[in-house]
């Protein structure tokens, strides 16, 4: 007797790996905007300040007085603390996005495959 | 994910692992070496036909000529140089320490048989689990197609 196969079923999985490999990709594109805006805003940053800027945490610990004295921007720095904290959670968004959009392709793959031989459908 | 879809993943990677041990393509222990005594059996055939060859050469004055001929390659040689114990010795004391226990080809065969018959069930059951669960569970990605499309979900 021959098998029968949920062929709707394979179909529906290609295309949720499709839209899963599109998620993945969207994410990445927005991690690199981010990182961009970041580096911009950072240079922003360092080029007022008369002291070297990448550590924020040190700067941000002096009071407004003395951040005044040294053209420290200490809400800009804030922000950029905060979109720094953005970036690396949606980093690990990507990467898990990217770990399960690649499990999900290369399955989609062989059903793709599978569903194509002869006497399958 | 469930407990049950993790313990039925774990034992179908167990079972998976076993399989790549027992590939027919493989041989045990006692295997390799019937290879190499094969091997240097035919080294030895050959040696003995370039001995005469050789020896024909020497004696008509001609220039020696030892370049291994096609497919032939320089076990020939060694064992015209060395004798064929010596080069069965010294192969079986370079390769069998590295060829790791199997079982012979019977045994394998039977316990393939077994492993197949047994992912079959454990990667049906476990199809089913994520079908039955109804939450969004990915889904293995060496899982196989003819059994993930033959649970109806």
């Known amino acids: 007797m021959k098998k029968r196969y949920d062929i709707a079923k394979g179909e ?42 990448y550590d924020f945490a040190a700067l941000l610990e002096m009071s407004p007085e003395q951040q005044k004295r040294v053209n420290f921007d200490g809400a800009k ?11 690396a959670n949606l980093a690990a968004q990507r990467d898990k996005s990217r770990a399960e959009a690649s499990q999900a392709y290369e399955l989609a793959m062989k059903l793709k495959t599978f569903l194509e ?3 399958v459908r | 994910m469930s407990a049950e879809i993790i313990t039925l993943r774990e034992r179908i990677a167990t079972l998976q692992a076993e399989a790549e041990i027992h590939q027919p393509s493989l041989r045990s222990p006692a295997e390799a070496d019937e290879q190499l005594m094969t091997a240097v059996a035919r080294a030895a ?4 036909r370039d001995a005469r060859t050789i020896a024909g050469q020497l004696g008509n004055g001609e220039r020696l000529r030892l370049e291994p001929r096609d497919g032939e390659g320089v076990l020939p040689f060694l064992v015209m140089l060395l004798g064929e114990e010596a080069v069965l010795d010294g192969l079986r004391q370079s390769v069998l320490p590295h060829v790791p226990k199997r079982l012979d080809a019977p045994a394998r065969a039977k316990r393939l048989a077994e492993i ?27 899982a196989r197609p003819e059994i993930v499309l033959e649970i109806v979900g």
């Open chain 1, 12 to 53: 529906r999985l290609i295309e949720e790996a499709h839209a899963k490999m599109g998620a993945a990709s969207g994410l990445s594109q927005r991690c690199t905007e981010l990182t961009l805006d970041i580096n911009s805003q950072a240079r922003e940053l360092q080029q007022g300040c008369t002291v070297a800027a």
């Open chain 1, 77 to 87: 720095a804030r922000a950029l603390v905060a979109m720094r904290e953005r970036l």
């Open chain 1, 117 to 119: 031989t002869p006497g």
């Open chain 2, 45 to 48: 055939e050959i040696a003995h």
């Open chain 2, 116 to 142: 197949r018959k047994e992912l079959d069930i454990l990667e049906r059951a476990e199809e089913r689990l994520i079908v039955d669960s109804g939450e969004v569970i990915a889904r293995r990605a060496d």
